[in-house]
């Protein structure tokens, strides 16, 4: 069964410091994985994808992620944190493949909060 | 403007009054898919359809039935709601990955919150 882990339940930062927020994943074959950011009160936003290709991935808001296949990890990243930054964050994987199950599974979330 | 909406936003019920959640998409995707919200356990997927009549068990699907009859539509029943129900529901849905089929980035409702008494 796949399965996704967030061992942070809360990461707190300072604005202006780097930040990592960290997902460990297992699924059979080449995953798809996914981070998304939920807002207080706000359904769940996109915010960066790995399909294939370059293991270094950038998404919007200024996060990107580092696929690496070995540790079976997507830990997303930020250079300089920013106070608004501050939500729920979840990973997410799904197999990527053709046929079969399509289910996704999510991790159980990492809040972030950003310490002005 | 792409969008998936569902109603109702709020819905407070009664243990076995049958209900349903209804979500609906705008972007022509192929996937669809409910989740629940709980708090520590944060998002768990009810069930999922790859397209029109194809619908599968996600890890939650227990009290829950869904129907994918039309490309945009993807409604969710509950026919005998139980307190242990209470949750906030999202519903999504995305593209298909290509030829290999994979889910791509999902689009999210605004969410329902559903109280079971």
């Known amino acids: 069964a796949q399965s996704v882990a967030q061992p942070e339940d809360q990461v707190n930062v300072a604005e202006g410091n780097p930040l990592t927020v960290k997902c460990t994943y297992s699924?059979?074959?080449?995953?798809?994985l996914f981070w998304y950011v939920q807002y207080p009160n706000r359904g769940l936003q996109f915010l960066l994808k790995y399909i294939t290709g370059d293991n270094l991935v950038k998404g919007s808001y200024g996060f990107e992620a580092e696929f690496n296949k070995s540790q079976t990890s997507f830990h997303l990243k930020k250079p300089s944190a920013l106070v608004s930054d501050s939500a729920l964050y979840f990973c997410a994987v799904s197999p990527g493949r053709a046929g079969g199950y399509q289910k996704v599974t999510f991790g159980t979330g990492t809040k972030l909060q950003v310490i002005p | 403007e792409a969008q998936v909406t569902q109603n109702p936003r709020y819905l407070i019920t009664v243990t076995g009054k049958k209900l349903t959640v209804t979500c609906s998409q705008n972007m022509n995707h192929e996937y669809m898919s409910w989740y629940r919200q709980d708090p520590g356990l944060g998002l768990r997927q009810i069930y999922y359809s790859m397209n029109v009549e194809v619908t599968d068990k996600g890890d939650v699907p227990e009290g829950y039935k869904v129907s994918r009859k039309e490309k945009r539509n993807f409604p969710l029943i509950l026919e005998s709601p139980s307190p242990n129900q209470t949750s906030l529901y999202f519903c999504?849905?995305?593209?298909?990955?290509?030829?290999?089929?994979?889910?791509?980035?999902?689009?999210f409702g605004p969410g329902t919150r559903l109280t079971v008494t």
């Open positions: 699924v059979s074959g080449n995953p798809y």
């Open positions: 999504a849905s995305s593209s298909l990955g290509g030829a290999w089929g994979g889910s791509y980035e999902q689009y």
